[in-house]
């Protein structure tokens, strides 16, 4: 599966959009772009994926590049309960391993 | 409702003793994973299991066993072979065909 780079933490004030960015340069053809959230001391909470079309539903969008090296996860209208730590994960379609990195941790703040 | 449960949501054991991390779900899902946790980490996987009697050993799975007799079910046990066990602990599940995991609420476990 390929590695994936995300900022370690990122702000965002209430009401705003949360545009979390994602590098995943050695992304395969057949590897799909998955994000995860993990609210503290929490199980994580599957978000959306994408394998090169852009992707919405109820709780985000997903950006993803031409040459899919690239993606941004967009909460429209964070809240402050979307404070969490984000996981970018690149990985094949019904993938026997998901591998979480260290994520980015998103504050949103009043 | 359906889900996965975990239990329970904190544990506390002595060094050198065994203990068991309880996972179900109802959800008939196919797969069930688990994963550890340290502080300010991602996961790691330590066992997974893709059908009933039979499971995978993970990136990290010295020191933990598991069985899977049930598809409803799949219990850890952290031995004392498990040299720094104090972690906190996700199982997951996974249905067939689909690509996305259902994670339990977890279990902090703290060896003294």
């Known amino acids: 599966d390929a590695k994936t780079t995300q900022p370690p933490s990122m702000d965002c004030a209430e009401g705003r959009a949360a545009n979390l960015p994602c590098n995943h340069s050695?992304?395969?053809?057949?590897?799909?772009v998955y994000w995860y959230r993990q609210i503290h001391s929490q199980g994580p909470q599957y978000i959306i994926h994408g394998l090169k079309n852009n992707e919405t539903n109820e709780m985000a969008s997903l950006i993803i590049t031409e040459d899919r090296k690239s993606s941004t996860l967009i909460l429209p209208h964070a809240t402050l309960r979307d404070t969490a730590v984000y996981y970018c994960?690149?990985?094949?379609?019904?993938?026997?391993?998901?591998?979480f990195g260290t994520g980015t941790r998103l504050q949103v703040f009043p | 409702d359906g889900g996965i449960t975990q239990s329970p949501k904190y544990l506390f054991r002595k060094e050198g003793q065994n203990v068991t991390l309880s996972c179900e779900q109802n959800?008939?899902?196919?797969?069930m994973y688990w994963y550890r946790q340290d502080p300010g980490q991602g996961l790691r996987l330590i066992y997974y299991s893709q059908i009933v009697n039979d499971f995978q050993k993970g990136d990290i799975a010295e020191g933990y066993s598991v069985s899977r007799e049930k598809k409803e079910s799949f219990p850890l046990t952290v031995t004392s072979a498990q040299k720094n066990p104090t972690a906190f602990y996700l199982c997951a599940s996974l249905k067939g065909g689909t690509d996305t995991q259902y994670f339990g609420p977890g279990t902090r476990l703290t060896v003294l």
């Open positions: 959800l008939n899902h196919d797969a």
């Open positions: 050695t992304i395969s053809g057949n590897e799909y």
């Open positions: 994960i690149a990985a094949g379609y019904n993938t026997d391993k998901l591998i």
